[in-house]
T-cell receptor, first 113, second 115 residues
Framework: DQQVKQNSPSLSVQEGRISILNCDYT??????FLWYKKYPAEGPTFLIS?????DKNEDGRFTVFLNKSAKHLSLHIVPSQPGDSAVYFC????????????FGQGTRLTINP | EAGVAQSPRYKIIEKRQSVAFWCNPI?????LYWYQQILGQGPKLLIQ????????DSQLPKDRFSAERLKGVDSTLKIQPAKLEDSAVYLC?????????????FGPGTRLTVL
């Protein structure tokens, strides 16, 4: 049972344009969502997060949007840069109790010059 | 600040052999996690420690996998005997506290290949 889904295995975007990565979840108990970025041969690194009490969180070029009714979140990167080329994982957690993260399958983002 | 350390980085074994992975979390981080990441999938939590106690091991295949965190610092994850489907990257992560939601810091992982 895949509780967090990233339906696009890959995405290719031109440098300077906007990258939009999508994530859907099924468990209504999730109330905290995170995006991680992963380069080859490295562990995932935290990028940005959002609590379910918000619908938007922005950090520099990165913005995460949450639509609770649709159980959908998205990560916007603008403008996209070559260094943004990586695999992006969406993760979800329930704040109450242990901090168990449930990850999506990941989306490989390629930024083309 | 030093990050999460893991060793070895790569390991190749034959099925039915045993293997062990080591993790040293960020200093002061009470919570330690072991994840399994199979190619093409996201990380899946195997076990979570708070200090040296187990918080969640519901997805750990206990017939072959074991983990310990002696003295609440370093941790080892063992597989005995290994199966072909255990081929994956094993990621260790740590975070400051259990309460609330804190960013988890990941190590570089150990890539295991079972032949």
């Amino acid at each position: 049972d895949q509780q967090v889904k990233q339906n696009s295995p890959s995405l290719s975007v031109q440098e300077g344009r906007i990258s939009i990565l999508n994530c859907d979840y099924t468990n209504s108990m999730f109330d905290y969502f995170l995006w991680y970025k992963k380069y080859p041969a490295e562990g995932p690194t935290f990028l940005i997060s959002i609590s379910s009490i918000k619908d938007k969180n922005e950090d520099g070029r990165f913005t995460v949007f949450l639509n609770k009714s649709a159980k959908h979140l998205s990560l916007h990167i603008v403008p996209s840069q070559p260094g943004d080329s990586a695999v992006y994982f969406c993760a979800a957690s329930a704040i109450q109790g242990a901090q168990k993260l449930v990850f999506g399958q990941g989306t490989r983002l390629t930024i083309n010059p | 600040e030093a990050g999460v350390a893991q060793s070895p980085r790569y390991k190749i074994i034959e099925k039915r052999q045993s293997v062990a992975f080591w993790c040293n979390p960020i200093s002061g981080h009470a919570t330690l996690y072991w994840y399994q990441q199979i190619l093409g999938q996201g990380p899946k939590l195997l076990i979570q420690f708070q200090n040296n106690g187990v918080v969640d091991d519901s997805q750990l295949p206990k017939d072959r996998f074991s983990a310990e965190r002696l003295k609440g610092v370093d941790s080892t994850l063992k597989i005995q005997p290994a199966k072909l489907e255990d081929s994956a990257v094993y990621l260790c992560a740590s975070s400051y506290t259990l309460g609330g939601v804190n960013e988890q810091f990941f190590g570089p992982g150990t890539r295991l290949t079972v032949l």
